[in-house]
C-alpha cells in the first residue's frame, strides 16, 4: 500500500485504475511498465469483480485468508475474502490497492454494505504521450519458439493435469535433443529481450512463470507451437544416440528360387520305392 487516497465505490460504479487520467486511481504515468488501463472493479452478478484491462500486464490478487491468483490481461475474477490487495508491476516501482468488501465481513457495518474501499496513490496527472512498453513485442524465431515450447509445454496443453511449471533446462533438452545450458541461454536471451524493452516482472525466483504467462496470455505462444516439437520417443532416441536403427538393419530380401535355401536332401534317409 502506498498514498493515502480513499474511495467508495457503489455497484453501479465501474471503477478503474492505471496510468490514464481517466481513471479512477491514477497511476504515475511516467513509469511505462503500467498499463494505461490496468483494470477495473465491478458489480455483476451478485459479486464484485477485479478484471485486468491490460494487454499484456499481469495482475496479482492476495487475500486476508492466503488466497493468491494470478489474473492474465483479459481475465476477470471475483472477489470472496474481504480483505484483498492487487499488485501491479511497474518498470519504476510496484503499486498496490486494497479493498475492503464489508458485506464479506462478519462484524456489523450495516452502513457501508456494497462497498468497496480501494487504497491506492495520490499522483500528479502530466500530459499523456507515452506509450506502455508491455506492449511492444520482442521477435521470436523458429528456435526460440522450440525451445519455449518445450519449456511451457504443460502450459499448452490440456492433457496435463494439475498446476501447470516450467520444465527445467535439463528435462526440455532431453525433450528437443539440446544441451541443457544451450537450452538456459537461450531462455535467457529471450527473457533480456523483454526486460530491454521495459516488460516488468521478469526477475526473481519466479522470472520464468512469469514469462510464460506473458508470452501465452498474448498470444505470442500458442498450442501451434506445439508442432514444433518431436515425438518423446524420438527425443529420447536423439538423446541416447539411438536414432535411425531402420537404417542400420540388413535390408529385407525378396522371397524367390534364387534366394530360398536349398531343400535337405533326402535320398540318404529314404530308400527307393521297390
Known sequence: MFGASTWRVRPDKHFTFGRAKTCD???PNDDRGVSRNAGSFEWRAGSWWLGNASASSMLYLSGDLGFRA???PGMALPLQQWHAKVRLDGI???YTLRIRLPDLDDEDDSDEDDDVTATAAAVE???ERTVTSTKLRAPLNDADRLVLAARFEEYLTWK???RAAPR???EAAERIGWQPHTVSKRCENIRNRYVRIGVPGLRGPRALEELAALLISTGELTTDDLRRLPPP???AAVQIG????PALRPPAVPDSPATRPPAPDTTATNPPAS
Open 25 to 27: 486511481a491514477v497511476l
Open 70 to 72: 494470478d489474473i492474465p
Open 92 to 94: 519504476l516501482d510496484s
Open 125 to 127: 496527472v502530466v500530459p
Open 160 to 162: 496435463h493435469s494439475g
Open 168 to 170: 527445467s533446462a535439463r
Open 233 to 235: 520417443e524420438t527425443a
Open 242 to 245: 539411438a536414432l535411425s536403427p
